[in-house]
């Protein structure tokens, strides 16, 4: 019976809800966009001929960076909940008169958060320190078209590929 619990309650500690689900497919859909200036001015693409490649390699790559915002978040928010699992003390818990679960669920919540917040903004500066180094530096002498699909399309797979490895 104790490994069906301890089994229930990691799982309930790594699901994620579908509200951080759906700000992660925004965010990274805007990450992922980031790249189309630095494309339109800097290596002169025209946005009318390149629709095509621009919306799949976008939405492709927005898809691979939301499933590496879910697995850092879901890495961190474990072991923050790990470590903070016995910081409601029986001490605290007289002074609060009781209300422990009410605690459990805030910090819950707040180490929620916090993981949400630390996946974005990791994932988002590795994405783009990765693009940048891709196409002005790995890939800049192929034709930029070719160029915008590896140089996202790689950082995205990279981002997302590196998030599993923790």
């Known amino acids: ?10 799982k309930a500690e790594t699901s994620t809800s579908a509200n951080s689900k759906i700000f992660y497919a925004f965010s990274s859909l805007a990450v992922a966009s980031v790249p189309l200036a630095i494309y339109l001015t800097i290596f002169s693409m025209s946005f009318s001929e390149s629709f095509l ?4 390699v976008t ?5 691979a960076l939301a499933y590496g915002y879910n697995n850092v978040a879901t890495a961190v928010k474990s072991k923050l909940s790990h470590t903070r699992q016995g910081s409601i003390t029986k001490a605290k818990a007289k002074k609060i008169k009781g209300k422990i679960e009410e605690q459990r669920q805030k910090q819950k919540e707040i180490t929620e958060s916090e993981a949400t917040s630390l ?3 990791y994932n988002n500066l590795f994405f783009l320190m990765l693009v940048v180094i891709f196409a002005f530096y ?3 002498s192929l034709p930029s078209t070719l160029n915008y ?14 998030s599993t490895v923790q």
């Open 119 to 121: 996946s974005i903004l």
């Open 149 to 162: 699909i590896i140089a996202v399309g790689g950082s995205a797979a990279c981002v997302s590929f590196l």
């Open 53 to 56: 490649i621009f919306f799949l």
């Open 1 to 10: 019976m104790e490994e069906d619990e301890i089994l229930a309650q990691f």
């Open 59 to 63: 939405l492709a790559s927005a898809g």
């Open 138 to 140: 790995l890939v800049r």
